[in-house]
């Protein structure tokens, strides 16, 4: 084996643990962006799609989770601190952690709620950014 099939095994390597690299290169690295979807056109795209669609419907309904989880991790963690503190830059710092502590929280309550550990959800929202290119695409012709 010379140093140029070792070279092509380690680009091989990398290209496959980078894959998801991928997605942001689809998604971010266009040069005319694509136009905002709405969510009637997500609804569409879930009604359309057997598989993906109800994927994404769960995808996005985890958001809740998240969101909720971020103000009871805020106004819970910035309250203790603001009884027992009263410094403005602890109460602030506080909030902050809460909110990231409890959306990570209800986003792990999400997964399981929604079972997503058993969805491929960059494969779901990459098959959207597919469906709404080809859409979009079909109406400018």
């Given at each position: 084996?010379g ?8 680009k ?10 991928d ?5 971010y ?14 609804e569409?795209f879930?009604?359309s799609?057997?598989?993906?669609g ?13 969101l ?6 805020a106004?819970h ?7 027992y503190s009263?410094?403005?830059h ?21 997964e ?10 960059q ?6 950014i ?7 695409s079909?109406?400018?012709?």
């Amino acid at each position: 084996m010379g140093i140029g099939e070792h070279f092509e095994g380690v680009k091989r390597h990398w290209e496959r643990n980078l894959s998801f690299l991928d997605y942001f290169k689809k998604v971010y690295g266009r040069a005319e962006p694509l136009p905002k979807w709405s969510d009637a056109d997500v609804e569409e795209f879930i009604t359309s799609d057997p598989v993906y669609g109800p994927q994404l419907k769960a995808i996005r309904e985890s958001r809740k989770f998240a969101l909720g989880g971020a103000l009871v991790g805020a106004a819970h963690l910035g309250g203790v601190a603001f009884k027992y503190s009263k410094a403005p830059h602890g109460v602030v710092l506080a909030t902050g952690f809460g909110a990231i502590t409890g959306a990570v929280l209800g986003a792990e309550v999400a997964e399981h709620w929604y079972q997503l550990y058993k969805v491929d959800k960059q494969g779901a929202n990459l098959r959207f950014i597919y469906w709404w290119e080809d859409k979009v695409s079909g109406q400018k012709s």
